[in-house]
């Protein structure tokens, strides 16, 4: 069985590699009558691309999409909406030395243990090019819940945390880190540079944010909104961690300090504190919805570290290429993409449901 889907209602399906000749994804399931082009499409790609600054890969791409089906004169027909990206900045050469070689951190081994060869082609369907994809689906998704707000930040990179206190919303479009904190945005400039010029590479922690989630969307036990946020996040690549609302930090709490008070208010309860990140019991509360995503240093290194090769014989890996220094900086406008995704197909579970 392979696994290239995902959702219930509102599905998608990536498609491609990093150096094939284009990748795209196929939504399904998307409501008919919404107005939908390119240009809505790709403001969305434009933040993910690479090569914008000297802190992501310096691969050039323009990462123009191409809408191939699905809409007719302007709106979406109700049929599978076909998404392409071509793929123009190719330099397979760069990963000839590894085309035997196990890069350590890498999935080279995991996908070769799995189907017996794998593209070493920048990783091939594991690398982190596919996450294009995933962007464009995510802006079909938008459409869907026009209602909410998703604002998508990184707040953490190399250990180096920003302080709540210094939170400006409008900071976040005015650096490379999408940082919403300006002090730490400069101390980053200089530790990711100082990474880039080692050949070495940082991780990072993104926070992403839904305001304008009703309460009532996701189900209990086997279809959690929360449970499939956490699915979502961690099929991105790279990530090894996902938190909702105070997530691990909870465990260190009281259970009156974990308490989220309620008080009677017009339209609903008011909200003393949200530590359960917007989800009870699987389903939203009308509260933000909160995760943090961890992402693990970019595993294309220049230092050489102790693999092996596909024949069982010791050797040292160093990976030249293009390569992001620091993977979550990227990686932003795709968690915001999985946000918009998951919550669009909620919403569309709940209406079938509940009406």
């Keep these: ?11 998608f399906t990536t498609w491609g590699e990093s150096h094939g000749p284009a990748l795209g994804a196929v939504v399904d399931g ?10 809505d499409i790709q403001p969305f790609l434009d933040a993910r691309r690479p090569g914008q600054s000297k802190f992501t890969t310096q691969r050039q791409e323009p990462d123009a999409v ?20 071509e793929n123009t900045d190719q330099r397979s050469k ?34 982190a090019r596919e996450t294009a994809a995933r962007v464009a689906a995510g802006a079909v998704a938008r459409l869907v819940v026009p209602e909410v707000t998703i604002t998508a930040y990184v707040c953490e990179i190399g250990g180096d945390a920003i302080d709540p206190a210094n939170f400006d919303a409008d900071e976040i479009a005015r650096n490379p880190f999408w940082c919403p904190d300006a002090g730490a945005a400069v101390r980053w400039e200089r530790l990711v540079d100082e990474a880039r010029k080692a050949g070495s590479s940082l991780g990072a922690v993104v926070e992403c944010v839904a305001e304008g989630v009703p309460a009532g969307w996701g189900a209990p036990i086997y279809a959690k909104l929360d449970a499939d946020l956490a699915a979502a996040m961690m099929g991105i690549n790279a990530v090894k961690g996902v938190e909702i609302g105070d997530g691990f930090g909870a465990a260190r709490l009281t259970g009156e300090q974990n308490a989220d008070p309620m008080h009677p208010a017009a339209g609903g309860p008011k909200f003393d504190a949200n530590h359960a990140g917007g ?26 570290v102790d693999s092996i090769t596909s024949d069982g014989e010791a050797v040292q890996v160093r990976t030249k290429g293009r390569h992001d220094p620091c993977v979550g900086i990227r990686g932003t406008p795709v968690v915001a993409a999985m946000m918009a995704l998951v919550l669009a197909d909620h919403k569309l579970l709940n209406r079938a449901q509940c009406g």
């Design 1 to 11: 069985m392979s696994w290239n889907t995902f959702g219930r209602v509102l599905r």
């Design 30 to 39: 998307c409501p008919p009558g919404l107005t939908l082009a390119e240009h």
């Design 66 to 85: 191409r809408i191939l089906s699905g809409v007719f004169e302007g709106q979406t027909t109700g049929t599978p909406i076909s998404l392409m990206i």
């Design 94 to 127: 760069d990963y000839s030395e590894i085309a035997q070689s196990y890069r350590p951190g890498h999935a080279d081994y995991a996908y070769d243990a799995k189907y017996g060869l794998r593209d070493y082609r920048g990783g091939g369907r594991s690398s």
């Design 279 to 304: 989800i009870a019991g699987g389903i939203s509360t009308g509260q933000p919805v909160v995760c943090r995503v961890a992402f693990k240093p970019t595993s294309s290194i220049l230092t050489p």
